[in-house]
């Protein structure tokens, strides 16, 4: 019985919701294991549209969802989250387990990341500003509040310990605080009543699962070149978003895991600040973006658009040890005549396909591209391979042998059904 770990090849919004959505029926558990509630996943079911901020994709399918430790957890936006999805006929309650070892943000966490994207002295890393990075240095320093301490006697004293570090760093930096700590407590205790018959011991539920032969689909946020190690650095998020996060953020061992699935665009985008070798600041970026409607989900904000990225590809491969690739959104480049793809950097006049460690070397590249003619046809909810145009297969197949990852599995529209599963790929094999 297979487990899967699906996760961003790229800065994340790959599409990664829908494809879980799309397989969720084949598995018995989904699991998020990274992240918080500044990463969305969309999906499309009919004229409905819903935004999935915390809880794993599989919960429209009436699936198991489980919220391991390595996700830190507003519970407010957790409750709303359910309540949202309450509205719609979807019970979450029943099918949600929740780590007592996640941890968990409040209020001043956002009061700290405010401040610090805000300083004069410092470029922006171009966050959500939802306290996500803040909890996890308070996870790392060992001194954060996790689930099961919220639900414990020990909790009020944990909480007055903690603001008072808060309340410290806020005069240091002659920073007003308007926060009402009492009512914050107060409103935490509810919040803990509320999730307290969800919490589990998710690494127990997990293994325990998997010995009595159930699949378990691992739901990662973001994207490779967000992880805090692997990614851009420090243009990335707080955790480990790569396939290796999986497993220290789930209590699964490594040797579990029975396969590996990346998603990307046929371009590619990223949201905040950063480098971005292929991005495109002319018309041709700006027709992208209307094309994939590429606007944040959480946020709104307008993503930056560029060509996709070969040695970037080849490099999250080789992070993650990806088994198959799904590529998203190729039908946003029907219309064009010709699509460009960078095949290497050229980098104080040499070309290489390494791609630097370090912010300042990345924005001295010169992608070198090679130009692939467009198709004159549709790809737009084609569900078979042989229905593509020509020229669709041909740009699929030179990603594959350029990136050296078969391409087993393809989405040409928004929602569930406007996919193509390539039989007799790896991908078909471990999902079956």
Not at 229 to 244: E, I, K, L, Q
Request: glycine share 12%.
């Amino acid at each position: 019985m297979s487990n899967i770990i699906i996760l961003g090849a790229q800065w994340g919004d790959e599409g990664k919701g829908k494809v879980v959505d799309l397989l969720a029926d084949r598995f018995d558990i989904v699991t998020r294991y990274q992240g918080g509630h500044n990463a969305g996943h969309t999906v499309y079911i009919g004229e409905k549209k819903f935004v999935l901020k915390l809880i794993p994709s599989g919960i429209l399918r009436g699936k198991q969802a489980v919220i391991g430790n390595g996700v830190v957890i507003d519970p407010g936006a957790l409750l709303e989250e359910m309540d949202t999805l309450a509205k719609t006929g979807i019970d979450v309650s029943q099918h949600l387990a929740i780590s007592n070892r996640a941890h968990v943000i409040f209020p001043f966490h956002r009061m700290v990341e405010k401040v610090s994207e805000g300083r004069a002295d410092r470029v922006a890393i171009g966050t959500t500003s939802r306290g996500i990075g803040p909890c996890y240095e308070d996870k790392i320093a060992r001194r954060g509040i996790r689930v099961a301490d919220l639900l414990g006697p020990g909790f009020a004293a944990h909480f007055d310990q903690l603001w008072k570090d808060k309340e410290t760093f806020a005069k240091a930096f002659q920073i007003e605080v308007t926060l009402d700590y009492a009512q914050v407590k107060a409103d935490y205790e509810r919040f803990a009543a509320r999730i307290a018959p969800m919490v589990v011991d998710a690494a127990r539920l997990l293994n325990q699962a998997i010995a009595g032969g159930k699949r378990i689909l691992f739901e990662g946020a973001q994207g490779t070149l967000l992880d805090v190690d692997h990614g851009t650095y420090p243009f990335v998020t707080s955790s480990s978003a790569a396939a290796g996060g999986a497993c220290t953020g789930s209590g699964v061992a490594p040797t579990k895991i029975d396969g590996i699935l990346g998603v990307c665009k046929a371009y590619t985008t990223r949201v905040g600040g950063g480098p971005f070798p292929t991005e495109l600041h002319d018309e041709v970026g700006e027709r992208i973006r209307k094309a994939g409607k590429e606007f944040g989900a959480v946020t709104g904000r307008p993503r930056r658009c560029g060509w996709f990225d070969v040695p970037l590809m080849r490099y999250t491969s080789a992070v993650n040890g990806f088994d198959s690739l799904i590529v998203t959104k190729l039908d946003v480049l029907d219309e064009f005549e010709t699509i460009q793809v960078c095949t290497g950097y050229k980098v104080n006049g040499k070309v290489t396909d390494e791609v630097p460690a370090t912010v300042s070397e990345m924005e001295t590249v010169e992608p070198v591209y090679e130009t692939i003619a467009g198709w004159h046809g549709s790809t737009r909810g084609a569900v078979e391979w042989e229905k593509l145009p020509d020229g669709a297969k041909r740009y699929l197949d030179y990603l594959a042998e350029k990136v050296g990852v078969e391409i087993g599995c393809v989405s040409t529209g928004p929602e569930r059904n406007e996919t193509i599963l390539i039989g007799g790929s790896r991908f078909s094999k471990l999902i079956d």
